[in-house]
């Protein structure tokens, strides 16, 4: 098969605009690859970040793993845990008791209103 190639001469304000176009939808190879290169190094960088993390946590770990909480000090914990929890439910029971009782006052004023608005029409019919 042959293939006939025609070159046409073209406007550079067409040559121009088609490029610009083509480059504002597609990336480049050069800039594709400078990604690339850009995203690579990026990995590099966190993954010696995350060995020294890691470093630093078995350190840590090693050290707290030394030191041994005295039962005075565990003691003092569970006891602030336990109020905590304690204080925490005794809040929630307050806060639903106010809801159950605001939801009472909207109830006995929404009634109030109802009985006002019958005697009104009742008053007006007689």
């Keep these: 098969?042959?293939?006939?190639?025609?070159?046409?001469?073209?406007?550079?304000?067409?040559?121009?605009?088609?490029?610009?176009?083509?480059?504002?939808?597609?990336?480049?190879?050069v800039d594709h690859k400078n990604d690339i290169r850009d995203s690579l190094w990026e990995i590099k960088v966190v993954a010696r970040e995350l060995a020294e993390l890691r470093a630093e946590v078995e350190r840590l770990n090693a050290r707290v793993a030394k030191i041994a909480p005295d039962q005075a000090r565990m003691a003092r914990w569970d006891d602030a845990h336990?109020?905590?929890?304690?204080?925490?439910?005794?809040m929630d029971r307050i806060l639903q008791n106010e809801v159950l009782l605001w939801?009472?006052?909207?109830?006995?004023?929404?009634?109030?209103?109802?009985?006002?608005?019958?005697e009104a029409?009742?008053?007006g019919i007689r």
């Design 1 to 29: 098969m042959v293939r006939l190639v025609r070159r046409v001469p073209v406007p550079g304000w067409i040559r121009r605009s088609v490029r610009s176009w083509l480059d504002a939808h597609y990336v480049r190879r």
């Design 103 to 118: 939801q009472a006052v909207d109830r006995v004023e929404s009634a109030a209103a109802g009985d006002a608005g019958r």
């Design 82 to 90: 336990r109020l905590a929890v304690e204080t925490a439910s005794a």
């Design 121 to 123: 029409v009742r008053d």
